[in-house]
């Protein structure tokens, strides 16, 4: 089956610094990719729409500047959490789907990002 | 505003009971809705989905409901197990936008 890659699994940096999470289509190709985050306990929510070629779609309170999302390939994306605070620390997720929509998004296995 | 809402108590149940999990939306008129577990610490996978024009769907000891008069979906597991342990969400899909936002989950607790 379809299969997404997320790297790294866990991340811990000091406050000020940038990390890179990198999200990877294994046995597909896929033009659009999504990013989420998760609070504990808290459902998924998402952060912003990755488009292979072109800008990334943010949602309403994403500040862009803050969360740099590039999709270079057709089979990856990254996020880049830029000048990191401790209030970023989460759980990121992305997540693609090799059919569409209609059929079901598979995920990748979260980063797990802890800010100091 | 759109909105998606799940139970957000706990469900407790015994093995080898029937758990029903229920999803409300309001403003939404979804031309599909899927159904996702998730465990602690992983990314969600894709359990079931079901069309609009769909009153049913049934996956091994899966069985999804769509009521659009209602604007629920109910999620039945038979026969539960420990597990089934998790915590399922559903996403309500408009078709027009790829962009798939979630429910907020209810955590399923089966026991011994």
């Known amino acids: 089956g379809a299969v997404v890659s997320q790297h790294p699994s866990r991340v811990i940096c000091k406050s000020g610094t940038s990390v890179k999470i990198e999200c990877r289509s294994l046995?597909?190709?896929?033009?659009?990719m999504f990013w989420y985050r998760q609070f504990p306990k808290q459902s998924l929510m998402l952060m912003a729409t990755s488009n292979e070629g072109s800008k990334a779609t943010y949602e309403q309170g994403v500040e862009k500047d803050k969360f740099l999302i590039n999709h270079a390939s057709l089979t990856l994306s990254t996020l880049t959490v830029t000048s990191a605070h401790p209030e970023d620390s989460s759980f990121y997720i992305c997540?693609?789907?090799?059919?569409?929509?209609?059929?079901?998004?598979?995920f990748g296995s979260g980063t797990r990002l802890t800010v100091v | 505003s759109q909105k998606i809402e799940q139970n957000s108590e706990a469900l407790n149940i015994q093995e080898g009971k029937t758990a029903t999990l229920t999803c409300n939306y309001t403003n939404y008129s979804p031309a599909y809705l899927q159904w996702y577990r998730q465990d602690p610490g992983r990314g969600p996978v894709f359990l079931l989905l079901i069309r609009e024009n769909e009153k049913e769907k049934r996956k091994e000891r899966l069985k999804v409901t769509f009521d659009t008069t209602l604007k629920q979906s109910l999620f039945h597991i038979t026969a539960s197990q420990p597990a089934d342990s998790a915590t399922y969400l559903c996403?309500?899909?408009?078709?027009?936008?790829?962009?798939?936002?979630f429910g907020t989950g209810t955590r399923l607790q089966v026991t011994l």
């Open positions: 997540s693609a789907s090799p059919t569409g929509e209609r059929y079901g998004y598979t």
């Open positions: 996403a309500p899909n408009t078709g027009t936008a790829s962009k798939l936002t």
């Open positions: 046995d597909f190709q896929a033009t659009t």
